[in-house]
């Protein structure tokens, strides 16, 4: 059995019986920290923190301390950013009706475990599958405006040479001072 983590979704169901899953299904596709998630739940593990030997013994007895817990979730995450942004996390179980064993997908949409899809009985195992966002003119204007921001952040400007410099076709801003590297404008002069 081993380490895994979880995803409910209660409106899970059989293909082959359509009894109602009624439990956790289960994935080693991430970190396995058994941690469980429910639909909207956002992707990222929650923090530890230790739990008070004072409340362990109030909770547990003096008896029962040796396998009390440790350690409980807190509502904190790791981290803002979640595990998988889009995409769908392979997943199984076994239906309590037929006893089938099924392969299925977590659906995970904007960061946040959207249901339980593609279910099939006896199926082959899935795969991890990533679903980057759609681009468009917007979306990859930001990435190239990102990366080239970077590289100017980061180059030492080295090698630069003066030049006509325009915003646009016709619309000339003067002469520039360019990087030839990573062609930041480093000093303009108006005509």
């Known amino acids: 059995m081993g380490m ?10 059989c293909p082959k019986c359509h009894a109602k899953i009624t439990s956790d299904w289960q994935t080693k596709h991430l970190q396995s920290h058994m941690e469980s998630w429910r639909k909207g739940d956002f992707l990222q593990y929650r923090k530890l923190e ?5 409340e362990r013994k109030r909770k547990y007895g003096d ?5 009390a817990p440790l350690f409980r979730r807190t509502e904190n995450y790791l981290s803002d950013a979640p595990l998988l942004l889009n995409g769908k996390v392979p997943v199984h179980e076994s239906c309590d009706g037929c006893k089938a064993w099924l392969e ?5 949409t904007n960061g946040r475990f959207a249901g339980i899809v593609e279910v099939e009985a006896e199926g082959e195992e899935k ?8 681009a468009n003119a ?3 204007r930001e990435e190239f405006e990102r990366r080239l921001s970077h590289i100017q952040g980061s180059c ?12 646009a ?6 002469r520039g001072l360019v990087c030839l590297r990573c062609e930041k404008v480093l000093q303009t002069r108006r005509k």
């Open 50 to 54: 230790t739990i008070p030997e004072e």
């Open 104 to 108: 299925a997908y977590a659906k995970i």
């Open 4 to 13: 895994y983590d979880s995803f409910y979704d209660e409106d899970s169901e």
């Open 169 to 174: 076709p016709s619309h000339s801003l003067g």
């Open 138 to 140: 917007k979306t990859l």
């Open 63 to 67: 008896t029962a301390l040796a396998f």
């Open 156 to 167: 030492a400007h080295e090698k630069a040479e003066w030049m006509n410099v325009k915003r």
């Open 127 to 134: 795969e991890l599958v990533i679903i980057k966002p759609e």
